[in-house]
């Protein structure tokens, strides 16, 4: 498999009214990457798309979204008025020799590369606030402490995770999932000026407090760059220390012990349930064992010292018991799923209502080693067009080495399944499907309601 990070030529972010006359067009850039990119070829880069924006214009009000050359492929996305970030992947050029071999390279597609843009604004967001409101004087560096670590890190391919961006839920027997509620609701009423509660076991979703696209970007951050980073840490660490067994606050990362540390928290931009407009609060995260709970506190509360101790006497020992009591329900899950996916067919299923993600795969297994990417490029097509299945329609495709894709779609959920099987008919392929999507999705139906 081709090196995915290698094939990422630049990404930036630019507003030309940052830098209208000629010689600051340097200042229309609010953040490059690669950093070594030399001043000229900034201003070259960023010009061209510049022109081709303006140039889009005259003919749609849309916003410009791609563009495509012999060698290159630049996703537009355009989150508030006049800021625009590109993303810039090189593409293998198909030449006669290669085509004759047969030689196969994979294409990373439109729509992955533009919900990577538009996740990194996001999350960028949620952090910072809009970049419109932002002094000028900040943006530059705000921009750089961001986007710099993130691009480098981020993974631009086909994969499951980056096609579609959904949660994994965490389904509980009622009574682990009543003690998860009762001790939601007592944490509310002990400590009212904590709210928006969400729960989270290893890197699954039990209970969401916010929005659902909020949910969605914290819970990007939480199990993408937050908890990965804690868990290795851990690892080195060796034995479990009996901070990790009692619990503590990771967010500041140091922890929380004096007033000093309360101006370490961080803010975080949101839009509440109950609310119209976004604002700051403060996020407060704090881990037992392989259990995270966040909670949001109005940045116009006075923070003490003492109710963080008192809240951290409080959660400590109870979310340790739940924690120990949802590994063991979770040790025996995996067993029975063990048993029943030993199967080579793979699914996917997706619910657009609360972005419920669920693959035959772990969450921790890299979906790319289960899928093969071309099979993952025709699944990413199917999802992007929505039009392809509409409210309730299903789709059957035969890739040339035998590969048999279904996807189906009703109200707002998609379910996709991946066969391989030589010599297969239309029949048995649909009755194979028919018998995953029965064991798979318990109590969910594929027919208008």
């Known amino acids: 498999m081709i090196d995915v990070k290698n094939k990422v030529n630049s990404f930036f972010i630019f507003n030309s009214n940052l830098g209208p006359k000629?010689?600051?067009?340097?200042?229309?850039i609010l953040f490059y990457y690669p950093s070594d990119t030399s001043p000229n070829n900034r201003k070259t880069q960023v010009g061209l798309c510049e022109a081709v924006v303006k140039f889009m214009t005259t003919f749609t009000p849309e916003p410009c979204e791609a563009l495509q050359t012999q060698t290159k492929r630049y996703i537009f996305y355009q989150p508030e008025k006049d800021f625009w970030l590109v993303l810039v992947v090189r593409i293998p050029y198909a030449t006669k020799?290669?085509?004759?071999?047969?030689?196969?390279?994979e294409l990373v597609e439109p729509s992955v590369m533009y919900d990577l843009l538009a996740s990194a604004y996001k999350m960028f967001k949620m952090f910072f606030g809009p970049l419109s409101e932002i002094p000028v004087d900040e943006v530059y560096d705000k921009c750089e402490h961001f986007f710099g670590p993130y691009i480098a890190n981020k993974n631009v391919s086909n994969e499951v995770t980056n096609i579609i961006q959904g949660i994994y839920y965490l389904p509980l027997q009622k009574n682990s999932f009543f003690n998860v509620v009762c001790f939601i609701d007592l944490l509310e009423i002990?400590?009212?000026?904590f709210k928006c509660v969400s729960f989270v076991y290893n890197d699954q979703l039990i209970w969401n407090g916010l929005t659902t696209d909020d949910m969605l970007t914290l819970y990007q951050y939480l199990v993408q760059t937050l908890l990965p980073k804690l868990v290795e840490k851990e690892i080195q660490g060796g034995a479990v220390t009996a901070a990790q067994r009692h619990g503590r606050f990771i967010s500041p990362p140091d922890g929380i012990r004096t007033k000093e540390d309360l101006l370490k928290l961080n803010k975080v931009y949101l839009?509440?349930?109950?609310?119209?407009?976004?604002?700051?609060y403060y996020l407060v995260i704090y881990r037992t064992l392989s259990a995270t709970v966040t909670f949001t506190v109005d940045v116009d509360t006075a923070l003490d010292i003492d109710t963080f101790?008192?809240?951290?006497?409080f959660i400590g020992p109870q979310l340790s018991t739940i924690a120990s009591s949802i590994g063991e329900e979770c040790?025996?899950?995996?067993?029975?799923?063990?048993?029943?996916?030993?199967?080579d067919h793979k699914f996917i299923y997706f619910n657009r209502l609360n972005l419920a993600f669920k693959t035959?795969?772990?969450?921790?297994?890299?979906?790319s080693t289960a899928i093969k990417p071309e099979v993952l490029s025709i699944i990413a097509g199917i999802h992007a067009d929505k039009k392809s299945l509409g409210d309730f329609g299903e789709v059957i495709i035969k890739t040339p080495d035998e590969y048999w894709i279904t996807g189906k779609s009703s109200n707002d959920r998609e379910f996709y399944v991946v066969i391989y099987k030589k010599n297969a008919n239309l029949k048995e392929?649909?009755?194979?499907?028919?018998?995953?999507?029965?064991?798979q999705m318990k109590g969910i139906f594929f027919y208008p309601m």
């Not at 000629?22 to 229309?28: A, F, S, T, V």
């Open 271 to 280: 839009t509440l349930e109950d609310q119209t407009e976004a604002k700051y």
């Open 97 to 105: 020799a290669l085509s004759a071999t047969g030689e196969k390279k």
């Open 429 to 439: 392929i649909a009755d194979e499907v028919k018998r995953i999507c029965e064991a």
């Open 331 to 343: 040790t025996i899950q995996a067993l029975q799923n063990a048993q029943i996916n030993h199967s």
């Open 360 to 367: 035959s795969s772990p969450p921790s297994l890299t979906p």
């Open 22 to 28: 000629e010689g600051d067009e340097l200042k229309r």
């Open 309 to 313: 101790r008192s809240l951290d006497t």
């Open 190 to 193: 002990n400590f009212p000026q």
